[in-house]
């Protein structure tokens, strides 16, 4: 994937022993297309030179408050304001504590209180210091404040200790980049400073289930029953209703995607595993099944490898998963307030998403077209038909991450509808 051009990030660089990464990350992002932008601390400086900051963004370094002041083409609002996002690299205890307690005394501090953009910190500390209660205190601060954290890991320290504490590698700080990027750049409004509902985080602090990827189910040690889920909807939604404040938790199949950001991931294989960890994520106000979870699993699983014999063909015998949906939509005690499916046909969407809707309980069901053509099974696009008991509603193609903060913004308002 490339950045579009006009993705711009903001570099915050801090003094840490961790900073020689930052040379590399910007190296990645560079080569990903994004304009970078680099501050850098007065500690920085001591780890980093400034020339080669500003050879590899091929950008201006900036590094004093007042000087920028003084510099009409660029005041420090307009700085942290003209970035996509904002990166902190390595975040480190200094920069955390006056993030989470809103100091101001330089540039770095400054612009990460004028930014109207979410921020992504890199921790790297030694390990006693990131495990000190001060330092998770502010860390818990700033996750609850919308602070997306990549890191710390944990491994060999530059001082000898074993422990968490390291910065994530480049590659890795690279993805977070992207994925905070797709859910979107602005922080979140707290309800109360919101005038659009829609836009206010109605989700906030709500609890949102949802199953993502396909599953597998085991036919021998080596072969499994699965689809052609690649998980991509199901992780944005996550990643999009972590994004307005809520507290997620995602189930999810096998997929060779990253865990989304903000939210807590549970990987399972089969489709019973992912009931069970469904279940065990209630009470929840949200449930959005989006995975494609296997049909069938083998009545079953041979304990080896099983042969071919050219005398018999090998039949199977298949009997049906639990219908984890069916099972949230028809709860009694702790049915969630609104329950969410997908229904992916290849023929007759609306009659048989319809159907879905009904025999299933659900509020809501997502209709797509996955015949083979419509390229939506494993790509990047979607053009889905809303269904709810009230009427349908068909949405254009467009991104996965768009269906995604499309939905999340109208089940906020149902949700507010419930009055629950
Ligand atoms: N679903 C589920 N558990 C299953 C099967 C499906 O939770 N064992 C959920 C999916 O996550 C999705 C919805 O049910 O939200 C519809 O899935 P889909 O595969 O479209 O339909 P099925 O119910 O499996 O019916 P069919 O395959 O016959 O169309």
Redesign the pocket.
């Known amino acids: 994937m490339t950045a579009s051009p006009e993705q711009r990030i903001l570099l915050i660089i801090c003094g840490g022993i961790a900073a020689y990464k930052t040379l590399e990350l910007i190296r990645r992002l560079r080569e990903r297309g994004f304009f970078v932008r680099a501050v850098m601390t007065e500690a920085a400086q001591q780890f980093l030179t400034k020339l080669s900051v500003e050879s590899l963004t091929e950008s201006r370094v900036f590094d004093d408050l007042f000087a920028l002041t003084e510099d009409s083409s660029m005041g420090h609002i307009e700085l942290s304001r003209d970035a996509d996002l904002l990166v902190v690299v390595p975040a480190t205890a200094d920069i955390l504590a006056k993030m989470a307690h809103g100091l101001a005394g330089d540039l770095a501090s400054t612009l990460l209180l004028a930014t109207d953009k979410k921020i992504l910190v890199a921790p790297a500390m030694n390990l006693r210091m990131w495990l000190h209660p001060a330092i998770q205190r502010n860390a818990a601060i700033l996750q609850k404040d919308g602070v997306v954290f990549v890191g710390p890991e944990e491994g060999d320290m530059a001082c000898g200790e074993y422990g968490p504490g390291r910065m994530s590698e480049p590659l890795a700080i690279l993805a977070a980049i992207e994925q905070v990027l797709a859910s979107g750049t602005r922080i979140p409004l707290p309800a109360h400073l919101s005038h659009k509902q829609e836009e206010a985080g109605v989700l906030a602090g709500r609890r949102v289930l949802v ?1 993502s990827g396909p599953t597998q189910e085991a036919i021998d040690p080596v072969r499994y029953i699965a689809n052609r889920s690649s998980g991509k909807q199901g992780h944005a939604i996550a990643a999009a209703a972590a994004a307005v404040g809520a507290d997620v938790v995602l189930v999810s199949g096998p997929v060779a995607l990253a865990d989304p950001l903000g939210g807590r991931t549970i990987h399972v294989k089969t ?1 019973r595993e992912m009931l069970r960890q469904v279940e065990a994520a209630l009470p929840v106000d949200i449930f959005i ?5 296997a ?1 069938w699993r083998a009545a079953e699983t041979a304990p080896e490898k099983i042969k071919k014999d050219p005398k018999q063909p090998l039949c199977l015998t298949l009997v049906e ?5 069916a099972a949230m939509g028809r709860r009694s005690k702790d049915r969630p307030a609104l329950v969410v ?5 290849s023929e007759q969407l609306i009659e ?1 998403a319809q159907a ?1 809707l009904m025999v ?1 309980n659900c509020d809501m069901i997502v209709a797509n077209d996955v015949s083979r053509a419509s390229g939506i099974l494993g790509g990047e696009n979607n053009k889905v038909l809303i269904l709810t008991k009230k009427g349908k509603e068909s949405w254009p193609w467009m991104t996965k991450q768009e269906v995604a903060r499309r939905l999340v913004a109208r089940l906020g308002t149902m949700l507010a509808e419930t009055g629950r």
């Not at 099944?289 to 979870?293: F, L, R």
């Not at 998963?321 to 949906?325: A, H, K, Q, T």
């Not at 499916?341 to 046909?345: L, N, Q, V």
């Open positions: 199953t489709a099944g989006v995975a494609a979870v049909d998963n639990p219908d984890i949906l499916g997908f229904a992916a046909e048989n879905k299933k």
